[in-house]
């Protein structure tokens, strides 16, 4: 079938049949994605947070020991050149039509080779060990893992942005799958890994455990790295692409006009342009280093887990009551204003080195925060989906790969220069590596917390503006879900008409 047929079944189709109307479809309950693909999801869900990544930076700081500046210069090599190749892989990711679907195969046949590369991660150290921060062979590896590792997490980085929008065709089925992955996940410790890693690296730090940190890291890294690598792997395996891709591959000009002409995805990527201005650090590295104890950031978060547990009943309420676009923004505002009151606490009277102090008002914080945690998990998840739903009600086609392309190459390149920025500020600063936790010179404490509370906030406050122009609300959002029933139905008819197939019905519960 050519383009210009597709083009005039698709002008055929009613915008709104009768029988439709009568019953908001966007506000039905329907479900596509059965019982076992539903626990493969929250599998995947779980993998994805099951890791010590909170400490990567530790890791490479005071472990491996790259110079600052020298990391700052490397991530500016292998951040470009993964601006290269990003758009080539995007459109060819696009132009993949198999009978495992457009992006499945991406997914399954990197996985087993990820996991196995990621691993070297953890074996820098015993590759180098008791080398200087300049050590120009380790340097070299250092590069070369990060130029591979970016080309092939572009691959299933792409594909899986693409297929978590095509599994279910309903906004409500995939809300429904978020929520419960959010929730649920959260019971199973996803978290635990970091929590772990941060008790006994205070251990190792005071000399109560008599381990080294390489081996530390070691076991945990590459041990969770596996066991997330096998829940990814099986979700890959049971699931399958719903959202039905065009017969014909896209072109290039396709592919642009799909990405100018989707409003929604260009204010997303405003939005996360102008927070990508952002100035800071983690609060973890405000713990260590002014704090003196990783552990205590876990033990703070106890008393306000079950709301953010709680959080999730608000959600589905919410949205009803509510637009996509109120609740972006009520979650923006809520959320910063709770990181400046911290941050100008902490500052009077340097209040920012009392422990016990700092400990119950971020301890409070994350009280009042986690209230939003549900809406925040759910919302920002949705808004991609919703934008890629947009693309496809506007051009009659969708182009999930180029389009997370073109956007992330806009962030990508400012990331490499904010991410450089950081590391040259760290060293700035004042920060010393390798030194003992919690004995940072007392200047270099301030700037710690105040890149951790209050900076990146205000540095980042201008993401909240594209928010409010955010145009998927009320009837239009309506109507488009509507819409794409209708023609997702007819299209999939006249395909299996045009192949001389008999058209497969499948229930709604599938």
């Known amino acids: 079938m050519s383009s210009d047929d597709k083009r005039d079944t698709l002008d055929?189709?009613?915008?709104?049949?009768?029988?439709?109307?009568?019953?908001?479809?966007?506000?039905?309950?329907?479900?596509?994605?059965?019982?076992?693909?539903?626990?493969?999801?929250?599998?995947?869900?779980?993998?994805?947070?099951?890791?010590?990544?909170?400490?990567?930076?530790?890791?490479?700081?005071?472990?491996?020991?790259?110079?600052?500046?020298?990391?700052?210069?490397?991530?500016?090599?292998?951040?470009?050149?993964?601006?290269?190749?990003?758009?080539?892989?995007?459109?060819?990711?696009?132009?993949?039509?198999?009978?495992?679907?457009?992006?499945?195969?991406?997914?399954?046949?990197?996985?087993?080779?990820?996991?196995?590369?990621?691993?070297?991660?953890?074996?820098?150290?015993?590759?180098?060990?008791?080398?200087?921060?300049?050590?120009?062979?380790?340097?070299?590896?250092?590069?070369?893992?990060?130029?591979?590792?970016?080309?092939?997490?572009?691959?299933?980085?792409?594909?899986?942005?693409?297929?978590?929008?095509t599994i279910t065709p309903h906004p409500n089925d995939r809300a429904r799958l978020i929520v419960m992955a959010e929730l649920l996940t959260g019971y199973m410790g996803e978290d635990l890994p970091n929590m772990i890693m941060g008790v006994f690296i205070d251990l190792v730090n005071n000399n109560i455990v008599q381990w080294k940190l390489r081996n530390l890291f070691l076991v945990m890294g590459m041990g969770t790295g596996i066991i997330s690598s096998v829940f990814t792997l099986y979700f890959f395996l049971v699931s399958r692409e719903r959202v039905m891709q065009n017969v014909e591959r896209p072109s290039i000009i396709q592919g642009l006009k799909a990405v100018f002409n989707n409003y929604p995805i260009l204010l997303i990527t405003l939005s996360n342009f102008l927070g990508g201005f952002s100035i800071g650090g983690g609060i973890q590295d405000y713990f260590i280093d002014v704090l003196g104890s990783a552990s205590l950031l876990t033990l703070i978060n106890i008393p306000s887990s079950l709301n953010g547990s709680i959080s999730y009943a608000f959600v589905k309420p919410l949205r009803a009551r509510f637009s996509t676009k109120a609740l972006w923004v009520t979650e923006d505002l809520y959320t910063r204003f709770w990181w400046i009151a911290v941050f100008l606490i902490g500052i009077y009277k340097n209040n920012y080195k009392k422990r016990l102090l700092m400990c119950i008002v971020i301890g409070t914080q994350a009280w009042f925060d986690k209230w939003m945690f549900g809406v925040r998990k759910v919302v920002n998840a949705e808004l991609y989906n919703e934008s890629m739903d947009y693309c496809e009600w506007k051009n009659g086609y969708r182009m999930e790969a180029t389009t997370n392309v073109a956007r992330g190459l806009i962030l990508k390149i400012q990331g490499i220069v904010m991410g450089s920025v950081r590391n040259l500020i760290l060293a700035k600063i004042g920060y010393t590596q390798g030194l003992k936790i919690g004995t940072q010179a007392d200047s270099t404490k301030w700037w710690l917390f105040a890149m951790s509370t209050g900076i990146p906030v205000i540095t980042g406050a201008l993401a909240v503006v594209p928010k409010f122009l955010y145009p998927l609300t009320g009837e239009k959002r309506e109507r488009m879900y509507e819409e794409l029933s209708v023609r997702r139905k007819a299209y999939a008819r006249t395909i299996n008409e045009a192949n001389n197939q008999p058209l497969e019905v499948k229930t709604e519960r599938e």
């Open 12 to 165: 055929k189709i009613p915008a709104l049949p009768e029988e439709e109307a009568q019953a908001s479809y966007v506000h039905q309950d329907r479900r596509y994605v059965g019982n076992k693909e539903t626990v493969a999801y929250l599998l995947n869900d779980f993998s994805n947070s099951f890791n010590i990544h909170g400490f990567d930076n530790r890791f490479i700081w005071d472990v491996v020991k790259i110079d600052f500046k020298i990391q700052a210069f490397v991530g500016i090599f292998t951040g470009l050149w993964d601006v290269i190749n990003d758009p080539i892989i995007g459109f060819m990711v696009d132009k993949t039509r198999t009978r495992w679907g457009k992006f499945r195969p991406y997914l399954v046949g990197f996985q087993i080779p990820m996991t196995l590369i990621g691993s070297l991660f953890w074996l820098m150290p015993f590759f180098f060990p008791n080398t200087g921060p300049s050590y120009m062979p380790k340097l070299i590896f250092y590069f070369a893992f990060g130029a591979i590792t970016e080309t092939a997490g572009t691959f299933t980085g792409i594909a899986k942005s693409g297929y978590m929008t």
